[in-house]
């Protein structure tokens, strides 16, 4: 009877697992028109009005631990130009909360694409000789950009230390001061290169590659932009990254080409973070011929 | 899901991976009967590794005052309540077949509840499939790492809550205890189980658990999978931290370590020596290979006077603590398991030799491998709990890794009497 319940458990949340798969393969074409000016990483932009939309069905995840069954975010709109060179995405959906921050216990929104590096590639994050490249747009990174780095005097406001060892300047010790070494040592994912504990942001996109769950890996070269606003209970987010940056992990795409892409989204108010998201199946992307 | 075997639960259990052991593994005893709760060893962990910005509220060390205190506030309760709710939804006792005890690979009995991780595969609800069941504390449990200071419990009917008899052993009537945690270095650790990033190893050459700095996307995962809660999210470089175990030390690569291997900066702080963490060795099979003489191996595997905190939990923790012989013994069986009263019953009459290996608490900052211990003369003669006990003062050797004498200390403490005419004089 436990075993019994237990398959028919395992049969639900496989049909769970499909669901957004079966929603995909009914999804229509995303169409990527080309445009001959240059693509400012701006969701205001008057050139998205023009650019088709079409619905992308998020579901829950289910096959790498944590799950999310239950997921925040089901549905994106998406659109996409480009100009022969860059191509760039416009991401939209409705979240009743902007979150922004990483303190303690908060979580930030993010959204993401993935592309197979090659002709194509497993939903799963890719597989082992089938990587996938992936953009992935976060809101602290977005207030980095736009703010400057959210450090203890932003995210904890009534905090107040008069000193640490070995840190530069004044309070409230800006850590993008902290220039020498002895101070620098103790910001340990900093020092060593880690790109989530770099103050100074230049993008809000962090491109990555996998092949598989777990093997997310931050990409050698940095390529991609972005930016995130959000207004009336919506976030608007583009990211744009050139067909070809000169990379080993390009995508096989550019004008004139049929291109697979996924989407995640993530809600921090939510606690979705990591594996905690909700996802597509592959949409066919078409990108206009250059000149057309 | 592979099996693996942990000793502490005398059964096989389900982990992410399988198993796979260090040579050596850190390992400590924490009396928690001496602890005058001065948190001195606290002040020395943050002075060392934890004084920069974004961690100014990590207490990789902390001291807490059981049962109300806790860092973060209640984290122990917590859990013990998520697995208690897990237990009753799938109709499992969590109790210890005490028939099955035997020998050193399986000390205590067998465990017959479900661990972390065997909790987690009954929960398919809408929280989500974890490796490990655990929480996510708030920002505010973090903040008061030391509430409830030195607060006892009350007592039902006497005045101020405290009863007149209430001292008298075996258990007090009104009571607290200091807790001393650290990082437990598990051998199958709840932070490492729930990384989904692989972002956290435990080194083969002495079994430390560590963050890699470089590879942690700050999902927070790991704070919520470790059941003691000693990762810490940090703001600052938005990635998880954790006690690296004083590892530079460890290695005896410190200045001061003459190249051997060293305590950790909390142990040598340890004003009231309640402290004595060294290296057990593993042999293949993950079992502590025979090393009679290795004071931590006694102590846990021999004399079984150290247990485990919280061994239900199941990621056999390699933190081992003395309980303290006043508090209530249901408590005490909660927190250590079924192993607690015959730990108090060896601490209460120490054996001869017990009372030798207790004098090397703090002695030394160097790592004792090795102990021999030198008969000395009858000093004291009494009867505890109705039965003849002798005090010897014996004379106790600690060596270091490299098998020279590092301490020697006799189980009377040296007596000097001043002369009468100069009571305070400088």
Known sequence: ?292 | MPEVYNWQLGRKMLYPYEERHPRWQFAFVFNTNRCIGCQTCSMACKSTWTFSKGQEYMWWNNVESKPYGGYPQFWDVKLLRMLDDVHQRANVEPSWDVAKRDGKERPYVTFEGLTIFEAARKRYGPEGHQPALGYLPTDAEWRAPNIYEDTSTGYKGGAFGLSTTGESLPEHKTWFFHLQRICNHCTYPGCLAACPRKAIYKRPEDGIVLIDQERCRGYKMCVEGCPYKKSMFRSTTRVSEKCVACYPRIEGRDPLSDGVPMETRCMTACVGKIRLQGLVRIAEDGSWAEDRYNPLYYLIKVDRVALPLYPQFGTEPNGFYIPPRWVPRPYLRQMFGPGVDEAIEKYVAPSRELLAVLQLFRTTQKIIFRYEIREGAKVYETTINGKPWAMYNDTIIGYDKAGREVVRVTVEEPVYERPAQHPNSI
């Not at chain 1, 395992?10 to 995909?24: K, R």
């Not at chain 1, 450090?151 to 220039?179: C, N």
Request: charged share 20%; proline share 8%; net charge positive.
């Open chain 1, 1 to 292: 009877m436990r075993r019994a319940r237990r398959l028919l458990l395992t049969l639900l949340l496989l049909v769970v697992a499909l669901g957004p798969g079966l929603a995909g393969a009914q999804q229509k074409t995303l169409r990527a028109r080309f445009i001959r000016s240059a693509i400012p990483a701006d969701p205001g932009w008057r050139g998205w009005r023009l650019a088709p939309a079409i619905e992308v069905q998020l579901g829950p995840q289910v096959m790498a631990e944590p799950w999310q069954l239950t997921p925040s975010i089901t549905r994106l709109t998406v659109k996409a130009v480009h100009n022969g060179t860059w191509v760039a995405f416009l991401l939209a959906w409705k979240d009743a909360t902007r979150n922004a921050a990483m303190q303690t216990d908060t979580f930030r929104d993010a959204v993401a694409l993935m592309v197979p590096v090659g002709r194509a590639a497993s939903i799963t994050m890719g597989a082992p000789k089938e990587r996938v490249l992936i953009l992935h747009w976060k809101a602290d990174w977005q207030e980095d950009v736009d703010k400057g780095f959210q450090d203890v005097a932003q995210l904890y406001p009534h905090a107040w230390l008069d000193w640490y060892p070995f840190a530069p300047g004044e309070p409230p010790y800006d850590v993008r001061g902290w220039t020498n070494p002895e101070a620098r040592r103790y910001l340990t994912g900093w020092v060593l290169g880690n790109p989530r504990s770099q103050p100074d942001k230049r993008t809000s996109v962090e491109e990555q590659v996998a092949e598989g769950y777990g093997t997310l890996t931050t990409n050698e070269r940095q390529s991609a932009v972005g930016k995130g606003v959000y207004t009336n209970g919506e976030w608007r987010v583009v990211i744009a990254r050139p067909f070809a940056a000169g990379d080993p992990n390009d995508p096989a795409w550019g004008p004139g080409k049929t291109v697979p892409v996924a989407f995640a989204a993530w809600d921090g108010g939510a606690g979705e973070i990591g594996g905690r998201k909700s996802l597509s199946d592959w949409v066919a992307v078409r990108l206009s011929p250059a000149g057309r």
